[in-house]
């Protein structure tokens, strides 16, 4: 099958573009394969480089090794060790260099008692109904005062864009968190055993505190959190966040009390539900797919 399409792009004209990402490569290149004037085999692979003037001799990598490994530098990152030898007028190779040598001789490494960093891999869920993958989160809405808040916790449907739950709290707690939580079961009619169900949320105290992980456990739900400090990965919280506060009528002065901000969100909730068209689901709207 690869050898088709490798065919079917070296003979076809215009090429797809569909077939170029399917193959990983550029437009650009399949016209260099094309073209008369260079040869039908890769040449970049059989090329001869020159060696660089500035390439390390086994002498100086030698004697990185050996620096990095006495008494005085052995706990020191290169980026301490390079500065401490030019305070001292040595000069071997550079930061970059000391960093390359030692990874290629398997000598850098985590040190320290603090925990070795570690990459979170993306949190990624694919909901083909409703009720499978919820999202929620916290926003702040403006008081009757510079720097009186209120708070907006709220669960959005992957599916269907449907707001599952919603309320709004003087402060921002894991306890508040899980009542909204067994309020969005309740309003869903969700009763344990049913099908799975994944909670996605980001890195927030009140998404990991004590009280709303039990009441995950209890409700047999799934939680699952952003990679810390990527807002990315809970984008359709954050974009219905910025749907509310981008309203006409949105009180840009601030809410006079809790009952005026609960008022308004509650129209908000009623537009968004069944009026508001998702262009992401083809212009339906929420409930149609719920």
């Not at 090329?47 to 004697?63: D, F, G, M, W, Y």
């Not at 490494?109 to 916290?138: E, F, L, Y």
């Not at 009763?191 to 039990?214: C, Q």
């Not at 909730?269 to 929420?286: D, Q």
Request: aromatic share 12%; with cysteine; proline share 8%.
């Amino acid at each position: 099958m690869l050898r088709l399409v490798c065919v079917y792009l070296f003979f076809c004209l215009p090429p797809p573009s569909s077939a170029c990402n399917e193959m990983g490569i550029s437009l650009r290149t399949l016209q260099r394969w094309r073209s008369d004037t260079t040869p039908l085999e890769d040449q970049r692979y059989l090329a001869v480089h020159p060696t660089p003037r500035n390439k390390l001799s086994e002498e100086e990598i030698q004697r990185i090794i050996t620096i990095t490994n006495q008494p005085d530098y052995q706990s020191l990152p290169p980026s301490q060790i390079v500065p401490i030898l030019a305070d001292k007028g040595v000069y071997i190779a550079s930061e970059s260099s000391f960093y390359r040598v030692l990874r290629k001789r398997d000598m850098q490494h985590h040190r320290g008692r603090s925990k070795n960093p570690s990459r979170k891999p993306i949190s990624t869920h694919c909901a083909t109904g409703p009720n499978q993958v919820w999202m929620w989160d916290i926003t702040w809405l403006p008081g009757p005062a510079k720097g009186i808040y209120f708070y907006l916790y709220l669960i959005l449907d992957l599916f269907s864009r449907k707001i599952i739950a919603w309320e709004i709290w003087l402060e921002e707690s894991a306890e508040n968190a899980s009542y909204l939580v067994r309020r969005g079961v309740m309003s869903e009619q969700r009763t344990v055993p049913f099908k799975p169900l994944v909670l996605h949320s980001d890195n927030g105290s009140p998404m990991k505190g004590a009280s709303l992980l039990e009441t995950l456990y209890q409700l047999g739900i799934t939680p699952s959190r952003s990679r810390p400090r990527v807002s990315n990965d809970n984008a359709y919280a954050e974009s219905i966040f910025r749907t509310c506060k981008y309203r006409p009528n949105y009180p840009l002065s601030g809410f006079a009390d809790l009952t005026q901000a609960r008022t308004w969100v509650l129209a908000f909730v009623r537009w968004y539900n069944h009026e508001h068209r998702h262009s992401g689901l083809n212009f339906p709207n929420a409930l149609s797919k719920a």
